[in-house]
T-cell receptor
Framework: QKEVEQNSGPLSVPEGAIASLNCTYSDRGSQSFFWYRQYSGKSPELIMFIYSNGDKEDGRFTAQLNKASQYVSLLIRDSQPSDSATYLCAVNRDDKIIFGKGTRLHILP | EPEVTQTPSHQVTQMGQEVILRCVPISNHLYFYWYRQILGQKVEFLVSFYNNEISEKSEIFDDQFSVERPDGSNFTLKIRSTKLEDSAMYFC??????????????FGQGTRLTVV
């Protein structure tokens, strides 16, 4: 079983709509969960992190965590063409984080 | 805004040659990491470094790899005898506390290593 699983996509969303990205993880001991955005050929850029069950909002982004279901999601409201990128889910294991393979998001103008 | 800087941005080397990738972490950070990303694949953990020693390493980080903090600012990754499969983007990261334990890490822009 992969540690962090994401649908590779591409996920196509019309501009202005809500993009919903999902991630599951296998280690029940994980405590910290991260969403990174990565443009092609660039480094991962942190969007949000979440530690507690429930929702966490930051501007157009909302992270949702359900530890019982081992599920993390990221909602992007009012999607913009600049949001087109690969979104990486990451979870902590020991003193490092493990990344998923990422979901490619394409915002349709 | 403080940032992690990596040099060079692109390195081309012949198979069997040694390469050193350099990183300058954020100045007050204590934990340092190397990750790599083979084209089209996920970002993979290589090694973490704290208090001048390796704290954890992955299966990828074999005897061909080494890390060093030669002075107060640089953090280097050395690959002794490069192989074609070492071609990847290498990312350095640093954090104030242990990465992932209520602490985020900041990534450098990466070094693209091409082994020919």
């Amino acid at each position: 079983q992969k540690e962090v699983e994401q649908n590779s996509g591409p996920l196509s969303v019309p501009e202005g709509a809500i993009a919903s990205l999902n991630c599951t993880y296998s280690d029940r001991g994980s405590q910290s969960f991260f969403w990174y955005r990565q443009y092609s050929g660039k480094s991962p850029e942190l969007i949000m992190f979440i530690y507690s069950n429930g929702d966490k909002e930051d501007g157009r982004f909302t992270a949702q965590l359900n530890k019982a279901s081992q599920y993390v999601s990221l909602l992007i409201r009012d999607s913009q063409p600049s949001d087109s990128a690969t979104y990486l889910c990451a979870v902590n294991r020991d003193d490092k984080i493990i990344f998923g393979k990422g979901t490619r998001l394409h915002i349709l103008p | 805004e403080p940032e992690v800087t990596q040099t060079p941005s692109h390195q081309v080397t012949q198979m069997g040659q040694e390469v050193i990738l350099r990183c300058v972490p954020i100045s007050n950070h204590l934990y340092f990491y190397w990750y790599r990303q083979i084209l089209g694949q996920k970002v993979e953990f290589l090694v973490s470094f704290y208090n001048n020693e390796i704290s954890e390493k992955s299966e990828i980080f074999d005897d061909q790899f080494s890390v060093e903090r030669p002075d107060g600012s640089n953090f280097t990754l050395k690959i002794r005898s490069t192989k074609l499969e070492d071609s990847a983007m290498y990312f350095c990261a640093s954090s104030v506390g242990v990465f992932g334990v209520n602490t985020e890490a900041f990534f450098g822009q990466g070094t693209r290593l091409t082994v020919v």
